[in-house]
């Protein structure tokens, strides 16, 4: 089958980063480079990674959140890539995604809506009014409109945007932890299994996977987890 995962390659090392990609690529569906490997690297550490990885996509997690002008022209100048998704701030608002969507109208845009990190407490601290759930709806549906074609939530929203957004929508879901792994910084996660059975077309897995010792545990690691979902 066609894998879900997505590997987040979450290095500033180049040769690291390579070789997590061709350790694990029998069993990735795509893998995500972040913003801390391309500052490090720019776009040609990108490219050197997508010559590693083949076929398989690349989700450029960049996260862009600034006005609609600033954000087309960082998509344009990251256009020779040509990522298959690129991440944007949904709460950057409807003008800023549709900026994004018209500057890469090859690449899915993918609206970012409520991190993972973020607890209900911490979305309260910032004033943002309703539940996680009723949140991550309004912006993602509000992005749809815009030119959005992916969104990013964590898990626990999955199933109501399921219900809300066209099935065309790629929803891609972090905060994702085999059972007895530890979930580090994310607060709102889920097993990979429980996202897929919720409805995610993605997982972002990364320390799970890449923690390993070696190459030979990080394959083995990305072999268990594509092999039990």
Known sequence: M???????????NLSQAQDWVHATK????????GLEFFLANGINGV????ETAGEIPLFLDLKLHD???TVAGAARAISEIKPDFLTVHASGGAAMV????DALPSTRITAVTVLTSLSLDDIQALGVTGEPGEIVTRWAALSVAAGARAIVASPH???TLRKHLSREITIITPGVRPTGAAT???????TP?????WGADYVVIGRPITSGGSLSEIAANAERIFCSL
């Open 2 to 12: 066609k894998s879900p995962i997505v590997l987040a390659v979450d290095t500033t």
């Open 98 to 101: 549709s900026a994004a969507a």
């Open 193 to 197: 299994q429980e996202a897929i059975g």
């Open 184 to 190: 580090g910084d994310q607060s709102r996660v889920a």
């Open 26 to 33: 029998e069993f990735i569906g795509m893998f995500k480079l």
């Open 47 to 50: 490219e050197r990674v997508k």
């Open 67 to 69: 006005i609609p002008n």
């Open 157 to 159: 929203e999955v199933v």
